[in-house]
């Protein structure tokens, strides 16, 4: 079975969890703090956090945030749920602009109009790992005073044009990753979030922890060794030591799985470029994406199939493949609690209704993605 997406584990990956496993701590032990350095280091942020997930990593740089109630997020359609939910968490209405129907990421004219008084938070995605037109929103965040947060769950590895790499939040308050199995890096689990702002620094290691302290510096008593002090309510969002070593692994291996991705994908786009029924992605000329997903664009009407069906005829053939996204405003949850309506988007709506995410990852062999190639160009041959 070749799968949409997979992790890549190492032996060197093996050997440093388990080095973890056989030490003091496996967990509040030396490899969070190294792996934290390690993004550091890679991106250029000045801090950085390793959490849960990426979900994990959304809320806590939202809630440092500290917006008031009753603010409006914007954010794209075109994504996993999580980024929005981040906003749901902290009562700010998640408000949804359309996307650019090239890049299939938040298209800044439509932010501007999307833009109200009560507009706080901006929350672009960099979707399959191309970075979102960063420059323009960040310009549009500076003239409406909103905060943004860049959902990079997609985009470790990638530079933004002005060939800087996503993470070193030059365009943001916050960035954060997902180290979720099926995106570039792994943990098991994992996130983290990057930052160069000490007080939102300050804010989200309290709420990592429960809003615990114990830093003595910090403390409004000091009865003794023993003490520590919730001083707002947090959560339970650490990393644990091994995820952490697994992390650290895997980043010494980013070029390399930065490199394979970019070849299959171009390996995709040459094999793909003649059917007419089909579109690949577009890379902006200036990008250096780490490409996340590939996802390619059917007219099913011209090949007179559904999608359901060319599914089910490459699962046939042992390959899977995904839909990324459904525009969040149309899951049950979203159009009950904000009232939102089909329509609403319908570039990403149309985007929609066309998007089929191919297997991309690190260890898809020339041989196996052939396989892919042959049964997407075979999809016209029993057609009617
Ligand atoms: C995967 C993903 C997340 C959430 O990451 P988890 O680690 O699964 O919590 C958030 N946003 C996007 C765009 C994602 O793809």
Not at 28 to 41: I, N, R, S, T, Y
Not at 111 to 121: E, F, G, K, Q, R
Not at 141 to 170: F, M, T, W
């Amino acid at each position: 079975m070749i799968p949409y997406g997979k992790q890549d584990i190492s032996a060197e990956d093996i050997a440093a969890v388990n080095a973890v496993l056989t030490s003091d701590y496996l967990t509040q032990g030396p490899k969070v703090a190294e792996f934290e350095q390690a993004l550091c280091d890679y991106s250029g942020a000045r801090y950085c956090l390793v959490v849960a997930s990426g979900t994990a990593a959304l809320h806590l740089a939202v809630a440092a945030l500290e917006l008031p109630a009753g603010s409006e997020g914007i954010t794209t359609p075109n994504t996993f749920a999580a980024t929005a939910n981040s906003m749901a968490y902290c009562s700010i209405q998640p408000v949804f602009a359309d996307i650019d129907p090239l890049s299939h990421n938040l298209c800044p004219a439509a932010v501007a109009s999307a833009i109200t008084p009560a507009t706080a938070l901006l929350t672009p995605v960099h979707f399959a790992g191309q970075t979102a037109d960063m420059p323009a929103l960040h310009r549009l965040a500076q003239q409406h005073g909103l905060k943004v947060i860049e959902d990079a769950a997609h985009a470790i590895g990638s530079c933004y044009a002005d060939g800087s790499p996503v993470g070193n939040c030059r365009y943001s308050d916050a960035t954060i990753f997902s180290f979720h199995p099926v995106k570039t890096l792994t943990c098991g689990e994992g996130g983290a979030v990057m930052t160069n702002d000490p007080i939102l620094y300050q804010r989200m290691l309290l709420l990592r922890s429960h809003g615990i302290t114990k830093d003595p510096s910090q403390l409004s008593q000091q009865p003794g060794p023993w003490y520590h002090e919730m001083q707002t309510l947090g959560w339970h969002y650490r990393m644990t030591d091994m995820q952490a070593a697994l992390g650290l692994s895997q980043l010494q291996r980013l070029t390399l799985f930065k490199a394979r991705r970019r070849a299959l994908v171009a390996r995709y786009n040459e094999a793909l470029a003649d059917l007419l029924w089909l579109s690949t992605p577009i890379e902006a000329p200036d990008l250096s994406s780490c490409f996340h997903l590939y996802v390619v664009q059917i007219d099913f009407v011209a090949l007179g199939k559904h999608r359901a069906q060319v599914m089910e005829e490459l699962l046939a053939a042992e390959i899977g493949s995904q839909v990324h996204y459904l525009p969040v405003y149309q899951h049950p949850w979203y159009s009950q609690q904000y009232g939102y309506k089909d329509g609403l988007c319908p570039v990403a709506e149309h985007y929609y209704q066309h998007c089929l995410s191919l297997p991309l990852y690190f260890s898809l062999s020339d041989e196996q993605q052939d396989k892919v190639i042959s049964a997407i160009r075979g999809l016209t041959e029993c057609a009617n």
